[in-house]
Structure formats: C-alpha cells, structure tokens
C-alpha cells in the first residue's frame, strides 16, 4: 500500500509529505547535508503528482530544513536537534535587586517604539502577518450594522455577540461554557489585574513563573503583592512539586500562570501536569488566573487544552485576548472567571464601567464571518517556518555553546550564553547597532538570568534579521573573550 492512502482528506497532501520529511529530520533519521530524492522520484515513490512533490520541497525550503543546489538536487540543511540541549532552570538568588531590574525593563521599554531599531524583543506579530483589510471590513460593517455606529456604552459584560464567539471557540480547548461566562476586558493584562483584584489585597504573596514576562512584575509591584517564584522547564513547563512545597510554607493567596507557551521559556504544561495543577489548587481552595494569550499559536496539529478545561469547581480563572493573535491595536481581551464572575463585574465597574464598542463589535464580526480560522492557520505556519529560520540564524551566527529552546508555540526563544556573558551589557551594545534583545535578568524579580536572552521570531526571517543575527552572534564572542584576558 502506498504511503499517500494514510493522508487525511481534509489536508494538503504536499503538507503531510513536508511533515514526513520534517519529523525524519527531527528524530535524526535525515542528517544535515543528507541528499533527497529528486523531484520525479519522489513523485513515483509516493504515487503523487509531480507538482505535488515539489510543493512538498519548497514548503520545507521555506521553513529553511531544506536547500535546493543547483544541477544537484535538494539536501537537508538544518536540524532543531543541532541545540540538543536545553537552557537550565535556575533557583532563586538570595539576594533581589528589585530597583536594578525596574531600571533594566524601563530601559528596554524605552526603546520600543523607535522605527530604526530592529525588535527582535517584541513578542507580537509583524504587521505583513496581520490582515489589515479583513479587520478593517469587519469594522466597517460592524459599525454599519450597529444604530448608533457603535458609539454607545457597551453592556458591562461586554458585547454579547463577541462573547457568544469566545465561548464557541472555547470548544477547540475542551471549553464548556457559554457567553454569559464570559467578561470582556481592554486585552490580556487587563483581565489579569482585574483578576487579581478580585482575589487578593494588598501584601498577599502571589506564585508566578520563573523566569517569566516582565510586565507581570509591574502589575505585582502596583497592586503592592509580594510574589513567589516558581522554576519552569523548556520541557514540561511548571514544577508543580516545587509549588507543593513552597505552599506549606508560604501563605500563597492565588497563582498566575502561563500554561501553554509561557513566555519567554516558550514550555507547554503537558495535560495529566495540567489536571495536577488543579486538583492541587482545587484542594487547597486557591485561584488560578491562566494566562492563556498564547494558546492559540501552536505548531502541532491540535490546540493544547487549558487548565481551564479541567476546572469542576470555578477556581481557575481564564485570561487571554486577540492582541497577539490577530490586532495588538484593538485592545479586545476577555476572562472566563468562573465562581469569581460577580467580584470581576465588581472591579471592572470600578475600574472601566465600559470596554470599548467598536473594536469588541469588530472582532465579534472578525469571527462570525470565519475569518479568524483562516487567519489563524495562516498565522501559525508563518510563525513555525519563522521559528525554524531564526533557529537556523542562531546555529550559523552564536557560539556553538549556546543552549536555545525548542517551543511548539508562542513567540519566543529562550537562549542560555556562557556564563561569562552580562545579558543586559549584551543588550547595551546591541543597541549601538540598532538592535533590541530582551536580557534574562528582566524576567526574574531578583535578576538570575544573567547569561540568558530573550529572541521574539515575530518578524519574518530576512536579510536584516541574518545580519542582525551575525552582529550578535559577534558581540557575544567579543564579550566572552574580554571575559577570558
């Protein structure tokens, strides 16, 4: 029986030979500088189309595994094995050094919005991945649609029809809710502070991730919580037993996570850990907020579920938005609060009253009109085919020592350097060169990722990207020499 009577209908066929040809590089079956069959072999090999065969090549040449030689053939060019190693989990440090780290991220912060620096530290999509005529039809008509044009005061819940529309997507992670569930929000951060809000006051002590996203300490920091640190790993994400223990110790008022494609480690909490997490929660009666902004960009076949999804007893409480999926400008996110709904109403009346009307009627068009799924599915190959190239850029440009995540989702690679290297000096002169790196000490409240560095793969891989690449790739070899004399 030939290979092609395996393949689904509902896929591409040219797709599934790439994936083949991608999981035999993967698992070392295929090596760097191996030779391929030819096109016309292929295609008599696997009963497919000549056509075909070459979609199937040149769909690998995009994701950069492959390269085409002239009068030669195709050969594989890259392995995500090359970084077989990946970066450590370090303990906490016994001493913080709080104001260091809130110059550091206010520095990085600083130089966002300069159109000459080259972000490599923005984990967002570039502006060519967004569909900026699509959103701006579906604003258009949503506005066209509403008798006040979307200029009233939308209900405190939020729009009813975009919450009919999260709880209808909720489905694709094991989600059984409904719209009267949901409570919108001005994006992700938003609901996490209302979240925490609701559930805490000030001086209770919060377990985050470490390392984890810099923001979240300037959320802490305003509320006046104390936080707990708690080790993830590239592989399997949160050390639950870390957190077991540390709970008999420390009086932890709630925890905030982010279980699928945390960032910058870039880990995805695999399922029965994710059922761990909340019976654990569960039993000691402690709220979970779940980041979940990234669950939407992931690489393999299926979405991950969410802890949300295991949750019987309301105490975990969902967070996510459309702002690094589709429209970072819109400011369109939500919760799914669960036994905490009233005490979220509560906070937003407080805080907002209202979310705003348009852009919630917009995306609520964005997804009625099945936009969003096209959307996404193109999304997701660009940013895996991106992941791919700037792992390939790193190969060719670091030091061979550097240890480099692997993620299945998200924006980010997470990259230990020798121990000799000052990330946030790395980053200084980095930026004399118009390039912005996030350095490791900013995802930690006591700076212990010194040697560590933070590479968003939003923007598409180019020749600016590779130079960028190749001028790091020298300071960091320069830094560790003057280290060494």
């Not at 550091?104 to 900026?132: D, F, G, N, W």
């Not at 960032?263 to 402690?286: A, H, I, W």
């Not at 779940?290 to 949750?311: A, M, N």
């Not at 906070?347 to 705003?356: F, P, Y």
């Amino acid at each position: 029986m030939k290979a092609v009577a395996t393949i689904h209908d509902d896929d591409f066929l040219y797709e599934q030979i790439a994936a083949r040809f991608e999981r035999q590089v993967k698992e070392g079956l295929l090596k760097p500088g191996d030779k391929l069959l030819s096109v016309r072999a292929l295609s008599r090999e696997q009963g497919i189309s000549i056509s075909t065969a070459y979609k199937a090549y040149v769909e690998l040449e995009n994701m950069g595994i492959i390269e085409a030689r002239p009068k030669s053939g195709y050969y594989v060019k890259f392995s995500p094995s090359r970084f077989s190693k990946s970066p450590a989990v370090k303990p906490p440090l016994t001493s913080t050094g709080q104001t260091t780290i809130a110059e550091m991220i206010a520095t990085v912060y600083q130089h966002m919005p300069e159109e000459s620096v080259l972000k490599l530290s923005r984990a967002s999509p570039a502006m060519e991945l967004i569909p900026l005529a699509k959103l701006n039809k579906s604003m258009i008509e949503a506005i066209r649609k509403s008798p006040s044009g979307n200029s009233n005061y939308e209900h405190l819940q939020g729009n009813i029809s975009l919450r009919n529309q999260i709880a209808k997507n909720a489905f694709n992670w094991g989600g059984n809710i409904t719209g009267d569930d949901v409570v919108t929000t001005q994006g992700c951060m938003e609901a996490l502070v209302f979240c925490l809000r609701a559930v805490t006051k000030p001086g209770d002590t919060i377990a985050i991730e470490s390392p984890t996203y810099f923001g979240i300490f300037n959320v802490m920091l305003s509320l006046d919580l104390k936080v707990l640190e708690i080790p993830v790993s590239p592989e399997i994400g949160l050390d639950i037993d870390y957190l077991e223990q540390a709970m008999d110790k420390v009086d932890v008022k709630a925890c905030l996570f982010v279980t699928n494609f945390s960032n910058p480690v870039g880990s995805c909490l695999p399922d029965e850990r994710k059922k761990q997490l909340v019976t654990l929660l569960t039993q000691k009666q402690v709220p979970l907020i779940e980041d979940d902004i990234y669950g939407e960009i992931y690489f393999g076949k299926t979405r991950p579920h969410t802890c949300k999804s295991f949750d019987r007893e309301g105490w975990v409480m969902l967070c996510s938005s459309v702002s690094k999926s589709l429209a970072p400008g819109y400011r369109v996110g939500w919760c799914i609060p669960g036994r905490f709904k009233e005490q979220i109403l509560n906070v937003k009346m407080m805080h907002t009253i209202s979310s705003a009307t348009p852009t919630q009627a917009a995306i609520a068009h964005f997804f009625e009109a099945g936009r969003y799924d096209l959307h996404m599915r193109n999304l997701r190959r660009a940013l895996y085919t991106q992941c791919l190239r700037y792992m390939q850029g790193i190969a060719a440009h670091f030091p061979p020592d550097a240890k480099v995540s692997r993620p299945q989702g998200g924006y980010a690679l997470w990259i230990e350097l020798d121990k000799s290297i000052n990330a946030f000096e790395l980053y200084k002169a980095a930026m004399q060169h118009n390039i912005s790196i996030a350095p490791g000490q900013i995802f930690s409240t006591d700076g212990r990722f010194t040697n560590f560095i933070r590479i968003s793969f939003g923007m598409p891989y180019d020749d600016l990207v590779d130079k960028s690449f190749m001028v790091l790739g020298g300071l960091i070899k320069a830094l560790q020499f003057c280290a060494e004399i």
